[in-house]
């Protein structure tokens, strides 16, 4: 079906939402490249992630390699990274960038704009019946504010004094004083300026999202008839809008510290032999203002991972998500939560004990929607006729590393405990099990599970099956051994610990966790290949619903055009958890409710 | 060379192992695809279950290997850090149990409930008792370890005993410096524009404060065992952290914004070599808050003794004051006259500053 013909019918529209006049010429650059049609975008979006996603793998593979073997030099790293890798050892201001790079690279640009940038971009429309965005201009430019980030924050690897490398949440003063970090020059101005730009971007995606779903729903899609997806997307989008101009404001503030001598985070500072005149300011204060965005962007990560797991896992057990009101009120509850539970990331800088404790109780409460969410998985799953396919092997591993990454969630939140174990391995072990491999892997569930809509192709499924294996091994065997590095007080952040007394002797497990770190690397290789090779030669969709699923998008032609429906939008009669009810696999939401149906 | 060989088996095993992928499309295909995807199901269901079995199995392992080299078996090295070591193994009991309950259950179910010809899977949308029993088990349990938690946080965090020894530490990069307040017993004042590198007065010590005339200033800390001491903690130049991973302490040192933690050493330096049967065993202090490119060599020495010896090494400590102000000495009287005024050259500067 060619996409002319689609365009000339999306016309016929009895929900009368005039749509954009498509009769003109598309263009291979209005099509491809500024293209405003949410499904392209979600592509443009899933693409600039992967190859983000690349660079910041490659990057904790450098940086592991100087973990592994602190005294060994590799001439290539030289001809590779010039004066960063002196003698073919690199060198610690360079390690720092690498960490710091890896985070900030991972945190926004892959796991927030390549996660919700992509499915937000491609479910909402397409899951709640609508032929695009309330504005896809505004979506457009959330792309292209986003690609400008992008090439900022890439400029600023080229600087002679390098990229950040204060770590991903840039705590002034170090970031604030040039004299302090060579990656406080230059390059931490870039990283500002590119963070603005990706918050912009962030804004008017979210915004887009939100009204999108709150406005253009098809007849019949009430909100309790919404996929958890869809839920999950616009908590999602709800959390960003609300929190990152906080960021934003305290870059801002920052960038005047920088630049403009003002003392907003300064005071009392003798830095590189130089006695500064700032008085009065407050370096906790920026704590503040980060960690209430940082804290709802883990969230902002894991919610969508959460939403397609839902799916994912109820389509492929061929059962209704179990409790489907108590997992939109529990991401209702964490989306609440995310925003009281901040100074937890404080609690040895000196925080009023008093409002410490409150944090506790707060953070601690996060436990609750959490397990109900969990438990609510396992329920889905039980009793059900679970097929294998890889997106659901990807959702199954998602809970697996979300139960194990949340429970040390438990320790850290407990400010008592938190005394020992902050800011050592135990946290970079909770922090990636928890938001990092478990949304990653809701992230591979989602490609997986989408990739037929996107491309009309299927990807290859022995590869997908090798990725879930090694990834899922290996992503415990790397993160795992670490929870003992953190018992221990192994602090992070550390180029090397072979100085040390109360750190050396876990030396060789470092080495271990390094080789499985770049075997688990090699393979998302495999996948990126996997993705690319498939989108021209991957296995036809013939199917119109390969998966058999209820929801909306698998009511599009194979290859839909702008406009998503060649037709009408459909009307939708029932929620989309209909699976093997009254002895049928399933009913698709579009389809009437029967007059001798039960009820749920 | 040997780069070059290693890329290019890298990329050979990259081929085969895509060969092979596309190879079993085909396979697939001629096998009937419905066939294949179903022989699939059952290999992948039963790696899951020995996923969970090997898991299992490498959780206990990791234990038997690691759980000695954490601090935890040589216990607290301060009275204060029980109470965390409690708190983690309260902490770690419920949360051992409902991890291996749920991976159980989860990986067991999708084993057990694997797609089979003729099974149904069981309509259950929802069901209001099962999730009010998950909402409240959890928070009462909850309840439990935030009671415990805040207890112990609240009595760690409560000012300290006024009979603590008090001990000023300030970060810089990349090191620690130590200040104690003599035998008046308190703190000469500072200020940070009294900062002078070239005389020594590194931490800004304001020497017209009488106060500070019998201040000792030292790069290694000592401390008596058995009683509470007091940490007064600053930075000069960004953020660093008082790590004491023995004692199960650790705290911010912000510039411009002091802060302090308390706790009381239990065992001696010699002590805790015998009890970790390390001969080379000493307390370190780590910066704990990432601080530039020395962080990882921000390395502090700790030594604990007797009172005796404490007391001991007070008395060998010359106070900084006389180091800048020789005349003043008593022990130094009528000697090196010439010496002492180059010496005190750089303190007028400093105090001329104000």
Known sequence: MSTATLHETTHHDTHGDAHHDHHHQETFITKYVFSQDHKTIAKQFLVTGIIWAIIGGLFSVIFRLQLANPEATYPWLEDLLGHWAQGGKLQPEFYYALVTMHGTILVFFVLTAGLSGTFANFLIPLQIGARDMASPMLNMLSYWFFFLASVIMMSSLFVQTGPASGGWTIYPPLSALGDASSGSKIGMDLWLVSMAMFIVSSLLGGLNYISTILNMRTKGMSMTRMPLTIWALFFTAVLGVLSFPVLLSGAILLLFDRNLGTSFYLSDIVVAGKILPNEGGSAILFQHLFWFLGHPEVYIILLPAMGMSSEILSVNSRKPIFGYMAMVGSLFAITILAFLVWAHHMFVTGLNPFLGSVFVLLTLLIAVPSAIKVFNWLTTLWKGNIRFTPAMMFAIGFVSLFISGGLTGIFLGNSALDIHLHDTYFVIAHFHIVMGVASFFGMFAGVYHWYPKMFGRYLNNTLAYIHFWVTIVGAYLIFWPMHYEGLAGMPRRYYDFSNWESFKMFGSLNQFISIVAMIVFAVQILFVINFFYSIWKGRKVKDLNPWNANTLEWTTPLRPGHGNWPGDIPEVHRWPYDYSKDGKDFIAQDVPVGADESKH | ?354
Request: some cysteine; charged content about 20%; proline content about 5%.
């Open chain 2, 1 to 354: 060379m040997k780069e070059f060989y290693f890329i290019a088996i890298v990329v050979i095993v990259f081929v085969v192992i895509f060969q092979i992928a596309k190879a079993s499309e085909y396979v697939s295909v001629l096998k009937g695809e419905e066939k294949s995807r179903k022989q699939n199901n059952k290999i992948n269901a039963f790696l899951m279950i020995a996923f969970l079995v090997f898991g299992l199995f490498g959780a206990w392992y990791c234990n038997e290997l690691y759980f000695s080299k954490t601090l935890f078996p040589q216990g607290s090295a301060s009275v204060e850090g029980e109470k965390i070591d409690l708190m983690l193994y309260i902490t770690l009991a419920v949360t051992g149990s409902v991890f291996i309950i749920t991976q159980v259950l989860l990986f067991w179910f999708v084993f057990n409930y694997q797609e089979k010809d003729g099974q149904k899977a069981f309509y259950f949308p929802h069901n209001n008792k099962l999730e009010l029993l998950w909402t409240t088990v959890p928070a009462i349990f909850l309840t439990v370890l935030v009671v415990f938690g805040l207890k112990y946080w609240f009595k760690m965090t409560a000012p300290a005993p006024a009979d603590a020894v008090v001990v000023e530490i300030t970060g810089h990069q990349f090191a620690w410096e130590m200040r104690y307040p003599g035998t008046d017993g308190k703190l000469g004042k500072k200020n940070y524009k009294l900062y002078n590198q070239p005389s020594g007065n590194t931490l800004g010590v304001d020497f017209e404060d009488p106060e500070s005339w019998d201040d000792l200033h030292t790069t290694e800390m000592h401390l008596p065992v058995g009683k509470s001491v007091k940490l007064v903690i600053n930075a000069m130049d960004v953020i660093h952290d008082v790590g004491l991973s023995h004692f199960r302490m650790k705290m911010d040192a912000v510039p411009g914004i002091p802060t302090t933690m308390w706790f009381t050493p239990k065992y001696t330096t010699e002590e805790m070599k015998k009890r970790t049967g390390n001969p080379n065993f000493v307390y370190e202090i780590s910066c704990d808050q990432m601080c530039g490119k020395g962080h990882f060599s921000m390395r502090g020495v700790i030594v604990v003794e007797s009172e005796a010896d404490y007391k001991n090494w007070l008395a060998q400590q010359k106070p900084e004051y006389l180091t800048f102000y020789p005349e003043k000495d008593p022990t130094n009287k009528k000697t090196e006259t010439v010496d002492s005024s180059m010496v005190s050259t750089p303190i007028a500067q400093t105090v001329s500053m104000k």
